[in-house]
């Protein structure tokens, strides 16, 4: 099944009575369980593809349709439950709320779900939440605060939080952009794992290596996609190099 279809998207600001157009007449499809990067320079309308896609954004024109539904005929309260229950999320900039632990912060999305209002939903989302942790390797922070933990450990409770409600997509924003190469390495290890268990990614990077480890990317230039290539699943890190050098070749020819 078709994960996306997006057809003739566009997004228009309007600054100081200026119309600038982000996004110009971009079409793409993502099939289901395909892991696709988005590449292109800086104010290219990569982020803002990814906002208006997933609906925390709304389009100008065009049409995004999600899983068969076209996102544009839902009322606000429609789009906030399918962000909530069939997406997750990504970021740069890991949002977690200050006030609450590691383990609080990634069972809150899934306890506001229609599971959560009952005790025998809670106690399921809990148990899922523990194997999340063990998965991704930070049980022992679970009942830490945020600022005592590092930006790895961090952003793998984020993509914890992002799993909490079983979604039919990641949405990513340059999640590796604030990370060093270590902590990297690992968040990206656990996206292509997630990524082969059938969830599909849609990501945003500036980062070679990162985008080399999708099965498809695109470069987005001047708000409308240049190109796209194909790279096939990821293999380990066996290939790794191999994928880097066909992705560098192309990104050149492109003018990147």
């Not at 997933?54 to 100008?60: F, H, N, P, V």
């Not at 060093?180 to 268990?197: F, G, P, W, Y």
Request: glycine fraction near 8%; include cysteine; charge should be neutral.
């Amino acid at each position: 099944m078709r994960a996306l279809n997006v057809s003739n998207l566009c997004k228009t600001y309007i600054i100081d009575k200026r119309h600038i157009n982000v996004l110009r007449n971009v079409n793409l499809d993502i099939e289901e369980g395909e892991m696709v990067g988005i590449m292109g320079p800086s104010g290219s309308g990569k982020t803002t593809l990814l906002y208006t896609v997933s609906g925390m954004d709304s389009a100008t024109a065009g049409r995004v349709v999600f899983f068969g539904r076209n996102l544009s005929d839902l009322q606000a309260g429609e789009m906030s439950d399918i962000r909530l229950n069939e997406m997750g999320f990504v970021f740069q900039q890991m949002y977690m709320l200050k006030n609450l632990s590691i383990y609080d912060n990634i069972v809150l999305p899934a306890y506001q779900s229609p599971e959560g209002r009952s005790k025998k939903g809670r106690e399921r989302i809990d148990d899922y939440a523990k194997i999340l942790l063990k998965k991704l390797c930070i049980s022992e922070i679970a009942g830490n605060d945020i600022n005592e933990v590092s930006g790895g450990q961090l952003q793998r409770a984020c993509i914890c939080r992002s799993l909490i409600n079983h979604p039919k997509i990641i949405f990513a924003d340059e999640p590796t952009g604030s990370l060093n190469k270590q902590n990297s390495n690992e968040v990206m290890e656990e996206l292509n794992r997630i990524h082969a268990e059938g969830t599909s990614i849609l990501l945003v990077t500036h980062d070679m290596k990162v985008a080399s480890r999708c099965s498809r990317v695109l470069y987005i230039e001047d708000g409308n996609i240049r190109d796209e290539i194909a790279l096939g699943s990821w293999n380990g890190a066996k290939d790794a190099r191999q994928r880097e050098r066909i992705l560098n070749d192309w990104l050149i020819k492109l003018g990147w």
